[in-house]
Each structure stands twice: as C-alpha cells, then as structure tokens.
C-alpha cells in the first residue's frame, strides 16, 4: 500500500538558516509528488510538485525539491528560512487512477518553527 | 479565479445533529475532492467526484456521510447523527482535467480550500 512518512514531527531554525524537511515514500510506480504548506486554521498551499522530468523541483516562496528514486525520497529544501515560513509542511503523494485523477496520500506532516 | 471557498469556516454542533458542509470550487474545475484532516494528521481522501459523478468513496465514508455535487459545480457534505469522533477539519479541493492527464494518465493539480472545522460537543 502507499504511504508517505515524514520523519521529523518537529523543526526548529533559526531565520537566515538553511532548512531541509524529509519525505519518504513507499509506492509501487512512478509517483506523483507534492508538498504543500498550511498555516495555522488555513487550508493547504502547494508549493511545489513532480510528475516527471527533472529531479530537482522548483516551487514557490524560494522552495524546491529533489526526487530521488533510488532512496524513494522528496526532500524539502530552503537556503534561508524567513520567520513567515513557520507553518505545517505536508508531503503527499499522488495515487492516479484510470483518466488522471489523484487520491493524494498524505504524510503526518512536519511543523516548521523559526527563531529570530 | 477566487480559488476555492468553503461555508461554514467553523461549526459546532451536538452530538446526534446534521450538519452540512459546503465547497465551491475553482471556477470551470470539473473535478473535486473532500480530505478529512484530525488533529496533528495529515489529510485523508474521503471522496471524489469528476462533474456531477461520484466516482470513489473512502471507507472512511461511512453510512452516515454523504456527499452531493449537484450539476458539477458546487459540492456539499453531509454529516448525519454526528459523534465525537467526527470532529476534524474537512477540506474541499478542486482541479482541471486536461487532455494531457486524461490521455497521458498522469496525476492533476489539486487546489484546496480554508477548510470546515467542525466541533462535535
């Protein structure tokens, strides 16, 4: 069965610092892979996705993501956190059916904190 | 293109109401999602519908859940005889079948919404 797993429940930075969130995956084809954003009360912002192609994703807000097939892995990366990147990021991946449409499956999702 | 709404943004009912939820999708988006989300978790798909077909429903689902979406554009959910265990954000997402995904098979774009959070007390 699919399944994403985020193994860090929480993260600390400090602003201007580096940021990397982790995603692993289990699927058994090529997968579709997001990342989204939640702030607090707030629905999910993508910020970034790969169907195919490129390995290395550019997304929005200074993101990007690489897909890796031989570690099943689709790690978030930032070189400089801002303080207005605090929020839940989640990583899901995309479970196509016949005519294109995606059950996305979620990880539990990492919280972002960011010290001044 | 306003992206996708939903009403109520908060509800808090007692246990054994009805309540209904709405989505309004992005405009022209014939296909929409609802996703459960509890706290601390991520979402979790509950159903699908490509216009005004519902073509896959979660076992999360269960009998007391329906979902309508009339004329393929507006979508609603309702909870019946609500439980304590209902209580959770629910989100409504939309996308745009292309003739890329629909041919090629590969995955949309969901756009999602604020999200209901519902209280059962």
């Known amino acids: 069965a699919q399944s994403v797993t985020q193994p860090d429940i929480h993260i600390t930075v400090s602003e201007g610092a580096s940021l990397e969130l982790r995603c692993n995956y289990s699927?058994?084809?090529?997968?579709?892979l997001f990342w989204y954003v939640q702030s607090p009360g707030q629905g999910l912002q993508l910020l970034l996705k790969?169907?195919?192609?490129?390995?290395l994703v550019q997304g929005i807000k200074g993101f990007e993501a690489e897909f890796k097939r031989s570690q099943s892995s689709f790690n978030l990366r930032k070189p400089s956190v801002h303080w207005s990147d605090a929020a839940e990021y989640f990583c899901a991946v995309g479970s196509p059916f016949s005519g294109g449409y995606n059950k996305l499956i979620f990880g539990a999702g990492t919280r972002l904190a960011v010290h001044p | 293109d306003t992206g996708v709404s939903q009403d109520p943004r908060h509800k808090i009912t007692k246990r054994g109401q009805n309540v209904t939820f709405r989505c309004d999708p992005i405009?022209?988006?014939?296909?929409l999602y609802w996703y459960r989300q509890t706290l601390g978790q991520g979402p979790e798909f509950l159903t699908y519908f490509q216009n005004e077909a519902q073509l896959e429903k979660s076992r999360l689902l269960s009998d007391r859940f329906s979902a309508e979406r009339p004329k393929g554009s507006f979508s609603t959910l309702e909870i019946q005889r609500t439980e304590q265990g209902d209580s959770a954000m629910y989100l409504c997402?939309?996308?745009?079948?292309?003739?890329?995904?629909?041919?090629?098979?590969?995955?949309?774009?969901?756009?999602f919404g604020p999200g209901t959070r519902l209280t059962v007390l």
């Open positions: 405009s022209e988006h014939n296909r």
């Open positions: 699927y058994g084809a090529t997968p579709y």
């Open positions: 997402a939309s996308s745009l079948e292309s003739v890329w995904t629909h041919t090629s098979g590969l995955g949309d774009t969901q756009y």
């Open positions: 790969y169907f195919s192609g490129d390995t």
